[in-house]
């Protein structure tokens, strides 16, 4: 049974950073792409960074382009968040591609059939 668990969120000032963490079980990480999308209250979720294997090149999306660095070991995937913004402000959530990793990947909400619950970023002084 796939498994994704995020945590590491919480309430922190503008400027600050926090270290998101996706727990993966139930499947072998290393075949699939993993992404991390988030969802502002009155928006729809949309993709922040996404990474296929470890030694390829992240997706990030410009508005945490040089902020948020994408990682992944053999079980975790990592979200570093730094210089932090109050639109920042979100649900994070971790996600693994539904096909297995062929070489190429999207960060496309439709391409990633497996979502863990979400864990809350508040960016606020």
């Known amino acids: 049974q796939v498994q994704l668990v995020e945590s590491g969120g919480g309430l922190v000032q503008p400027g600050g950073s926090l270290r998101l963490s996706c727990a993966a079980s139930?499947?072998?990480?290393?075949?699939?792409?993993m992404g991390w999308f988030r969802q502002a209250p009155g928006k729809e979720r949309g993709g922040v960074s996404c990474?296929?294997?470890?030694?390829?090149t992240p997706y990030y999306a410009d508005s945490v382009k040089g902020r948020f660095t994408i990682s992944r070991d053999n079980a975790t995937v990592y979200l570093q968040m730094n210089s932090l913004k109050p639109e920042d402000t979100a649900v994070y959530y971790c996600?693994?591609?539904?096909?297995?990793?062929?070489?190429?990947?999207?960060?496309?909400?439709?391409?990633?059939?497996?979502w863990g619950q979400g864990t809350q970023v508040t960016v606020s002084s």
């Open positions: 996600a693994r591609y539904s096909r297995y990793y062929s070489g190429t990947y999207s960060c496309s909400l439709r391409d990633y059939g497996y």
């Open positions: 139930g499947f072998t990480l290393n075949y699939y792409a």
């Open positions: 990474i296929g294997r470890t030694d390829g």
